[in-house]
């Protein structure tokens, strides 16, 4: 499956945000997806994930209340919107799937991988 993220761009703080994870090559519904963000000079970490049913998603604690992931099989599209953006959310947001029932949260529970989109919050 190819990933295509987008949706990135400049927000002030307190902002809002919605990135894309297009999908192409496989049926999207059989696939979980994960979120993951690398900040400049900082590891890759994991933002959230939407099992293949869709029914199930699950986040960094840090997150919680602000970030939701969504999918519409039909669009072959995953989403990550992102509410009351803050200028530590600055960072390359990346989507991963993995053609499962579940889904892990680390890097390597992941077999396929989006090119990423900027995500920038000014303060």
């Known amino acids: 499956v190819q990933l295509q993220a987008s949706g990135g761009g400049l927000v002030q703080v307190g902002g809002s945000l919605r990135l894309n994870c297009a999908a192409s090559?496989?049926?999207?519904?059989?696939?979980?997806f994960g979120w993951f963000r690398q900040a400049p000079g900082k590891e890759r970490e994991f933002v959230g994930r939407?099992?293949?049913?869709?029914?199930?998603?699950y986040y960094a604690d840090a997150l919680k209340g602000r970030f939701i992931i969504s999918r519409d099989n039909a669009k072959s599209t995953v989403y990550l919107q992102m509410n009351s953006l803050k200028p530590e959310d600055t960072a390359v947001y990346y989507c991963?799937?993995?053609?499962?029932?579940?889904?892990?949260?680390?890097?390597?529970?992941?077999?396929?991988w989006g090119q990423g989109t900027q995500v920038t919050v000014s303060s």
């Open positions: 991963a799937a993995r053609r499962a029932g579940w889904v892990g949260t680390r890097d390597d529970d992941y077999y396929y």
């Open positions: 090559g496989y049926t999207l519904s059989d696939f979980s």
């Open positions: 939407i099992i293949r049913s869709g029914d199930r998603t």
